[in-house]
């Protein structure tokens, strides 16, 4: 509804009464929320109006439900909370009540791991339910039994990490080549030891069961970290691995990586040890932003030339076996080989490295040459697989710690198969180990089904908006609350500006001058200021295109991020950290730009160069054109390369500040800034390295 003068007049409204009271952002008329924050809008009956004081009936398809008194409260607090804290507790708690989804974001400082952990265990608690809180790195969910711990103090809570058997296993983990050990293979690995079968069984199995009680009372005075459990259980010779699964059904709250939800296997092994189903488990989303790539990810698998002749030798091997109705492993195997050569020789051109094919030509291919229907092709895929499952108990029997290769490639032709093509872009690639085929996941919706399913969910992060597009492509109900929090820090100690005359744009870049441009800003900032500053390209190409004009231009220390080095990155990065005048360039993007807190003087200045849009692919164009499909045109630009830009520009600032007292600025040096303007709260500049100066001298 668009709002003019006239309509504040013909409706009598009071203009106060139309801007958030928290946000000031301007609502339409008779809006009792407002639709950027969530806060009451305006003051009702002359009191401000707080979610507590009211039936929560915001619009018709969200959840109704009469705030009865002890939701006012948060009994599960463990601090002095704030007002806004409270806030997000209520929301969690009513939201939660009302069997719904809670889609959130809350910026750092808001304190959103304590309200999650506070309001819905105040749910759950009252109703017998467990709490799954999904984390995406091992300090996020050390960051969780820290704060259950501090719950601890006030209420009856227990709480556990889980990890793979992969990163706990003491076993195992002595044989050689350990590390590209398959899970799949180390948990039959497992079984044979566990069974006994093989090697003289497992003595850190065999001590589970007597010392889990020991275990247990451990978990629930000390709420130790992933690592400190591990430790704790090793110094007992008991497998942490198994020791988990024999606790996690007394716990209140199970931490966890992604996948534990999103694999099916695996979940399904989860709530069988939880003794839960998807009625009585809430789940906390931490970083939901990640989420749906993940889900993307869980989905994606490839067929490699590669895996086809190691496939031909273990044939070889067998005698050459035959799969069904006559036709041997041998013929059929080549021949996907050659369709696959084929592919890539038709589609694949000078310069171009991957490529659409048709949903079916795999299978088509396959049918014509063998005079197979799609039944009799199915048929010789699942003997395919009989055939390597019974390689594979072969193999671990003598030791060899793999699968077999028929094993490998009759499930993956089988996922081929049955891959929805509303769902995948199959594609045709080449790199340096030769072709291969790949099914790209572009809707995770069966995979995030589950959680959709779920009557009782928060998702949130630090960096969620466009809210309502998390929401559509998770497609969660109807009845999901959205709510942004807003920073607890004084917004003064922020500034956010970008700069007019230069662009990383494709074509702009080639333009006379425009490299040499970027650099003479890079050098003048990064000389004005003395404070420890990050860098960040768009890419590893342009920030070694532009590094010989900033080295000679600069005058501190440097440090630079190199690709594929992670450890000679990680001590440069210390270095940097320990110093307060250096200049450290890295990608926007990855895990410096995302993952990692620098409190106080460790960083207070951030140079953002170019707009991070993700490089085009054939899977993102895939998307794009789904988007457009659903939603409108346009919507895939905007779901596809703005919304993922924009998070990553705004994950990049957000490094600035991390407490009440820091104070950070930032430049973006690309004039398409413009366009994110509003949603980066940035201005533009004339004299950037002026305004640098002025900022943090205060004058
Ligand atoms: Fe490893 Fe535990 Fe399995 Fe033994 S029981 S093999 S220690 S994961």
């Given at each position: 509804m668009k709002i003019t003068v006239k309509s504040f007049l013909m409706f009598g409204i009071s203009m106060a009464s139309l801007f958030c009271t928290r946000c000031s952002s301007l609502n339409p008329p008779g809006a009792e929320r407002c639709r950027v924050c969530g806060a009451p809008v305006g003051e009702i009956e002359g009191k401000q109006q707080c979610l507590s004081d009211m039936a929560f009936e915001r619009k018709k398809d969200e959840p109704k439900v009469i705030v009865q008194k002890d939701?006012?409260?948060?009994?599960?607090?463990?601090?002095?909370?704030?007002?806004?804290?409270?806030?997000?507790?209520?929301?969690?708690?009513?939201?939660?009540?009302?069997?719904?989804?809670?889609?959130?974001?809350?910026?750092?400082?808001?304190?959103?791991?304590?309200?999650?952990?506070?309001?819905?265990?105040?749910?759950?608690?009252?109703?017998?339910?467990?709490?799954?809180?999904?984390?995406?790195?091992?300090?996020?969910?050390?960051?969780?039994?820290?704060?259950?711990?501090?719950?601890?103090?006030?209420?009856?809570?227990?709480?556990?990490?889980?990890?793979?058997?992969?990163?706990?296993?003491?076993?195992?983990?002595?044989?050689?080549?350990?590390?590209?050990?398959?899970?799949?293979?180390?948990?039959?690995?497992?079984?044979?030891?566990?069974?006994?079968?093989?090697?003289?069984?497992?003595?850190?199995?065999?001590?589970?069961?007597?010392f889990a009680p020991k275990i247990g009372s451990f978990c629930r005075s000390d709420f130790p970290t992933s690592d400190e459990l591990d430790r704790f259980c090793e110094s007992h010779d008991v497998c942490p691995y198994e020791a988990r699964k024999e606790l996690i059904r007394d716990?209140?709250?199970?931490?966890?990586?992604?996948?534990?939800?999103?694999?099916?296997?695996?979940?399904?092994?989860?709530?069988?040890?939880?003794?839960?189903?998807?009625?009585?488990?809430?789940?906390?989303?931490?970083?939901?932003?990640?989420?749906?790539?993940?889900?993307?990810?869980?989905?994606?698998?490839?067929?490699?030339?590669?895996?086809?002749?190691?496939?031909?030798?273990?044939?070889?091997?067998?005698?050459?076996?035959?799969?069904?109705?006559?036709?041997?492993?041998?013929?059929?195997?080549g021949f996907l080989k050659a369709v696959i050569k084929g592919a890539a020789n038709e589609k694949l051109t000078i310069g171009t490295k991957e490529a659409v094919i048709d949903h079916d030509r795999v299978e088509s291919r396959l049918k014509n040459k063998f005079s197979m229907d799609q039944g009799q092709l199915i048929s010789a895929v699942d003997r395919m697989i009989e055939i390597g499952e019974i390689r594979t108990e072969y193999l671990l029997d003598h030791e060899e710690h793999k699968l077999s290769e028929l094993f490998i490639l009759g499930v993956s032709l089988k996922d081929w198969i049955s891959s929805d093509e509303g769902q995948f872009i199959k594609t045709v690639k080449?790199?340096?180990?030769?072709?291969?085929?790949?099914?790209?996941?572009?809707?995770?919706?069966?995979?995030?089904?589950?959680?959709?399913?779920?009557?009782?969910?928060?998702?949130?992060?630090?960096?969620?908006?466009?809210?309502?597009?998390?929401?559509?492509?998770?497609?969660?109900?109807?009845?999901?609350?959205?709510?942004?929090?807003?920073?607890?820090?004084?917004?003064?100690?922020?500034?956010?500006?970008?700069?007019?005359?230069?662009?990383?744009?494709?074509?702009?870049?080639?333009?006379?001058?425009?490299?040499?441009?970027?650099?003479?800003?890079?050098?003048?900032?990064?000389?004005?200021?003395?404070?420890?500053?990050?860098?960040?390209f768009p890419s590893y190409g342009l920030m070694n295109r532009l590094r010989p004009m900033v080295e000679r231009g600069i005058e501190k220390r440097m440090y630079w991020e190199e690709s594929g080095h992670q450890k000679r990155t990680m001590s440069s990065l210390d270095q940097f950290r320990r110093g307060r005048n250096g200049v450290f360039f890295t990608v926007m993007g990855g895990s410096i730009a995302e993952g990692m807190d620098f409190p106080g003087d460790e960083l207070s200045f951030a140079i953002i160069v170019g707009i991070p849009y993700p490089p085009p692919t054939v899977e993102s164009k895939a998307m794009s054109d789904m988007f457009d499909k659903r939603y409108g045109t346009g919507f895939g630009w905007r779901y596809v390369s703005e919304v993922p830009a924009v998070r990553k520009m705004k994950q990049a600032i957000g490094r600035l500040i991390r407490t009440g007292t820091d104070r950070g600025m930032a430049v973006i040096l690309d004039s398409r800034a413009s366009r994110y303007a509003k949603q980066l709260d940035a201005v533009p500049s004339e004299d950037p390295a002026g305004d640098a100066v002025r900022f943090f001298t205060g004058r």
């Amino acid at each position: 509804m668009k709002i003019t003068v006239k309509s504040f007049l013909m409706f009598g409204i009071s203009m106060a009464s139309l801007f958030c009271t928290r946000c000031s952002s301007l609502n339409p008329p008779g809006a009792e929320r407002c639709r950027v924050c969530g806060a009451p809008v305006g003051e009702i009956e002359g009191k401000q109006q707080c979610l507590s004081d009211m039936a929560f009936e915001r619009k018709k398809d969200e959840p109704k439900v009469i705030v009865q008194k002890d939701m006012l409260a948060a009994p599960y607090f463990p601090y002095e909370p704030r007002e806004s804290q409270m806030d997000i507790v209520r929301d969690i708690t009513v939201t939660l009540a009302g069997s719904a989804h809670l889609v959130m974001e809350s910026g750092t400082g808001t304190g959103k791991t304590i309200c999650a952990l506070a309001g819905s265990l105040h749910h759950a608690k009252m109703r017998g339910k467990k709490i799954v809180y999904l984390t995406r790195t091992i300090s996020q969910s050390d960051q969780v039994m820290r704060e259950l711990k501090a719950i601890s103090e006030i209420k009856d809570v227990s709480g556990l990490t889980l990890t793979g058997r992969k990163r706990s296993c003491p076993l195992l983990r002595t044989i050689t080549g350990y590390e590209n050990i398959p899970p799949h293979v180390l948990s039959s690995l497992c079984e044979e030891k566990k069974s006994g079968r093989s090697g003289g069984g497992c003595r850190f199995f065999e001590r589970v069961r007597t010392f889990a009680p020991k275990i247990g009372s451990f978990c629930r005075s000390d709420f130790p970290t992933s690592d400190e459990l591990d430790r704790f259980c090793e110094s007992h010779d008991v497998c942490p691995y198994e020791a988990r699964k024999e606790l996690i059904r007394d716990m209140d709250v199970i931490v966890a990586p992604y996948v534990h939800i999103l694999s099916e296997d695996i979940r399904t092994n989860l709530l069988a040890h939880m003794r839960c189903d998807d009625e009585n488990i809430l789940l906390i989303v931490d970083e939901a932003h990640n989420l749906i790539p993940a889900a993307r990810e869980q989905g994606n698998f490839s067929i490699t030339v590669k895996q086809l002749d190691d496939a031909m030798d273990e044939i070889a091997a067998l005698k050459d076996p035959t799969l069904s109705g006559g036709l041997k492993a041998g013929e059929f195997t080549g021949f996907l080989k050659a369709v696959i050569k084929g592919a890539a020789n038709e589609k694949l051109t000078i310069g171009t490295k991957e490529a659409v094919i048709d949903h079916d030509r795999v299978e088509s291919r396959l049918k014509n040459k063998f005079s197979m229907d799609q039944g009799q092709l199915i048929s010789a895929v699942d003997r395919m697989i009989e055939i390597g499952e019974i390689r594979t108990e072969y193999l671990l029997d003598h030791e060899e710690h793999k699968l077999s290769e028929l094993f490998i490639l009759g499930v993956s032709l089988k996922d081929w198969i049955s891959s929805d093509e509303g769902q995948f872009i199959k594609t045709v690639k080449a790199d340096a180990d030769g072709e291969m085929l790949c099914a790209s996941c572009i809707d995770p919706s069966q995979i995030t089904m589950f959680i959709r399913s779920l009557k009782g969910a928060v998702h949130m992060s630090g960096t969620l908006q466009p809210l309502d597009q998390y929401v559509r492509t998770m497609g969660l109900p109807d009845t999901t609350v959205m709510r942004a929090y807003p920073s607890p820090f004084p917004p003064e100690n922020r500034s956010v500006i970008y700069v007019n005359n230069v662009t990383t744009k494709y074509d702009d870049l080639k333009r006379e001058g425009m490299t040499e441009r970027i650099a003479k800003h890079i050098v003048s900032l990064c000389n004005a200021v003395d404070k420890n500053t990050l860098v960040f390209f768009p890419s590893y190409g342009l920030m070694n295109r532009l590094r010989p004009m900033v080295e000679r231009g600069i005058e501190k220390r440097m440090y630079w991020e190199e690709s594929g080095h992670q450890k000679r990155t990680m001590s440069s990065l210390d270095q940097f950290r320990r110093g307060r005048n250096g200049v450290f360039f890295t990608v926007m993007g990855g895990s410096i730009a995302e993952g990692m807190d620098f409190p106080g003087d460790e960083l207070s200045f951030a140079i953002i160069v170019g707009i991070p849009y993700p490089p085009p692919t054939v899977e993102s164009k895939a998307m794009s054109d789904m988007f457009d499909k659903r939603y409108g045109t346009g919507f895939g630009w905007r779901y596809v390369s703005e919304v993922p830009a924009v998070r990553k520009m705004k994950q990049a600032i957000g490094r600035l500040i991390r407490t009440g007292t820091d104070r950070g600025m930032a430049v973006i040096l690309d004039s398409r800034a413009s366009r994110y303007a509003k949603q980066l709260d940035a201005v533009p500049s004339e004299d950037p390295a002026g305004d640098a100066v002025r900022f943090f001298t205060g004058r």
